[in-house]
């Protein structure tokens, strides 16, 4: 079981900046993939972004492009979702899923995709 924890949201307004942190306890961090997802409620959990174990791929979602950025910092265990110019339709629950692959390039693209979930973290913006 790797314990996965994200944090970093809040309450902003439009056009304002969040960055979102996902670590684990995980050991070989440097093996993990690891994805972002969110869901509004009343939505299914949506694909925000995704970083390989090798960090030499990267997604953004279409809404994200030109706004997120995904990094990862493997001497802190970490994954951060930078997250500017934000909108009210940002507003979610924002989860980060890890998995180990036997490809070190690859990205998972769906929830299932992922094995170990946090709890999640609240991304609120106002008008």
């Known amino acids: 079981q790797v314990k996965t924890v994200e944090s970093g949201g809040g309450l902003v307004q439009a056009g304002g900046s969040l960055s979102l942190s996902c670590t684990t306890s995980?050991?070989?961090?440097?093996?993990?993939?690891v994805g972002w997802f969110r869901e509004a409620p009343g939505s299914g959990r949506e694909y925000v972004a995704g970083?390989?174990?090798?960090?030499?791929?990267?997604y953004i979602g279409d809404f994200g492009k030109g706004r997120f950025t995904i990094a990862r910092d493997n001497a802190k265990k970490m994954v951060a979702l930078q997250m500017n110019n934000l909108t009210p339709g940002d507003t979610a629950k924002y989860y980060c899923g890890t998995a180990f692959y036997s490809d070190s390039d690859r990205l998972g693209v769906e929830w299932y995709d992922y094995d170990y979930w946090g709890q999640g973290t609240q991304v609120t913006v106002s008008f």
């Open positions: 970083i390989s174990a090798s960090g030499e791929k990267t």
């Open positions: 995980e050991h070989t961090f440097s093996g993990l993939a």
